[in-house]
């Protein structure tokens, strides 16, 4: 009796199967930030893969962009980025029976590039945030604008895509205080964010003038003046945040600084550890602290601060 041929995995994939499988990670990724880093290292990668000889996917191969990511001098965030991306790209090229097991799990134990010490975050002091609000002069309804994305980047610690989709629906009153109401954010969390005074003012201030009364509080506006469309991209934030802290001759600041900024601003006020994680929509208070850039301070600790009775002074 004739046997029948066994059925092997292939180990050198042609670029139907890497589409197939980048589709396949793409989808099954809730975040649209983190769908567009992943396909951007994927096709990084794609790029790189299909350049070079074709060699069988796997480990050798995976090590050999590393070598080619660290000779281009990118950073170690990045590197670990993309190689996360291809181990990724990998599990699923197996799963679609594209690739082997063995190769795949080959590929995971790649090490990605050591990183020494921690990046440091960028904040501004509460000078700096009244000199570049202060700086948006005029009434026009650009300045409008863009003062109110500002002031809720600060006083609220949205992430830009959160502002981006920011609807009317979202600002409500909560215990006879204005906040934002069950805002998505990463991860899919649901959170209530509070919003101070001066900041639903301003927010009031530019809604008024583009007499918007429902959707995305946040608008298109040409270049005569007019505002149009039914939203903003998280790249308009971007550039209204650098060009109007340059302004204020501050360089090199993002949006996710001025989150940073609104958590440290909190903290410095007196605002409670937990409270600023609940502002910020963070699952682990680590990452809180990270934001606020804790150091611990031995020159006025904190258990100074009690002492029981039979051992007062």
Known sequence: ????????????????????????????LRSA?????????????????????????????????????????????SINQRLAAVRRLAYEAADC??????????????????????????????EQCSTVLRGITGTDIRARRDKAMLAILIGCGLRRGELAGLTIEHIQTRQEHWAIVDLVGKGGHIRTVPMPKWVKDAVDFWTSAARITSGRVFRAISRSGKVWGDGISENVVWHVVSKRCSTGEIEHVAPHDLRRTCARLCHSSGGELEQIQFLLGHSSVLTTERYLGCKQNLGSPVNDRFAPTAFAA
């Not at 080619?68 to 950073?75: A, Q, Y």
Request: aromatic share 6%; proline share 3%.
């Open 1 to 28: 009796m004739r046997k029948k041929p066994r059925k092997t995995r292939r180990t050198m994939l042609r670029l139907r199967d890497l589409d197939q499988s980048r589709a396949a990670v793409l989808n099954s």
């Open 33 to 77: 930030a983190s769908r567009r880093a992943y396909e951007f290292a994927i096709n990084s990668f794609i790029a790189w893969y299909c350049s070079e000889p074709r060699l069988a996917l796997g480990r050798i191969v995976v090590t050999r962009f590393r070598i080619h990511m660290e000779e281009r001098g990118l950073s170690s965030s």
């Open 97 to 126: 029976g594209l690739l082997s097991p063995e190769l795949a799990a080959g590929i995971k134990r790649v090490k990605g590039a050591k990183q020494l010490g921690r990046r440091t975050g960028n904040w501004l002091t509460l």
